[in-house]
């Protein structure tokens, strides 16, 4: 079965400082990637997605991901994050050969920036 | 103007109560998805519809059901509420040719 593993249930990091937040799956087939983020008390927010060719993908505001293939990852990384970053990341992913398949999520990862 | 709809925010219910929460989407997407997230497990599925069809059920009790009324509406009923049911759910739609979800605001249900 299908899992995604975010090890670092919570991370603290300065102001201005850089991010990687780690995303590690298991997957038997070819899989579509995500990241979302849900601030307090919402929904959640699609942050970027790897579907297929560049293996580094940009998302919205200054996020990128990259998909290492041999190492089942797709680390979401940030060079300068700021205090309205603060917030739940969630990694997930399906299956690529069906459109209506379920997301599988991670625990999540809690990000607090600091001054 | 959101784009998906739950209703209602938040919602109290005794044991052994039904509830209906509401999904409406104005993204034109012909597949709907009931999500549930809670303080004990990571966001877990529990249901796709596809043009007011069930494509898939992870869900193992009756006690959940699905309701499309209309192409773009997918409530969920909860029958015979438990203290385990206390869950944020969250309805996500996409698009058939696209294959990523966008997500409501949730309703947050607790039930005592």
């Known amino acids: 079965a299908q899992s995604v593993t975010q090890p670092d249930a919570r991370v603290t990091v300065s102001e201005g400082a850089s991010l990687q937040l780690r995303c590690k799956y298991s997957?038997?087939?070819?899989?579509?990637l995500f990241w979302y983020v849900q601030y307090p008390r919402q929904g959640l927010q699609l942050l970027l997605k790897?579907?297929?060719?560049?293996?580094v993908v940009q998302g919205v505001n200054g996020f990128e991901a990259e998909f290492i293939k041999s190492n089942s990852s797709f680390h979401l990384r940030k060079a300068s994050v700021h205090w309205s970053d603060s917030a739940v990341y969630f990694c997930?992913?399906?299956?690529?050969?069906?459109?209506?398949?379920?997301?599988?999520f991670g625990q999540g990862t809690s990000l607090s920036v600091v001054p | 103007d959101p784009k998906i709809i739950q209703k209602p925010k938040y919602l109290v219910a005794v044991t052994g109560s039904e509830k209906i929460l509401i999904c409406e989407q104005y993204?034109?997407?012909?597949?709907m998805y009931w999500y549930r997230q809670s303080a004990k497990k990571p966001l877990e599925f529990m249901f796709s519809?596809?043009?007011?069809?069930?494509?898939d059920n992870q869900t193992a009790s009756s006690r959940f059901q699905p309701q499309s009324s209309k192409k773009n509406h997918l409530d969920l009923q909860i029958t015979a509420l438990k203290p385990d049911d206390s869950a944020t759910y969250f309805c996500?739609?996409?698009?058939?040719?696209?294959?990523?979800?966008?997500f409501g605001p949730g309703t947050r249900l607790t039930v005592l």
């Open positions: 996500a739609s996409s698009q058939d040719s696209a294959y990523e979800q966008y």
């Open positions: 997957y038997s087939g070819t899989p579509y």
């Open positions: 790897y579907y297929s060719g560049d293996p």
């Open positions: 997930a992913v399906r299956l690529a050969s069906s459109s209506f398949s379920k997301l599988v």
């Open positions: 993204l034109g997407h012909n597949a």
């Open positions: 519809y596809s043009y007011q069809k069930l494509m």
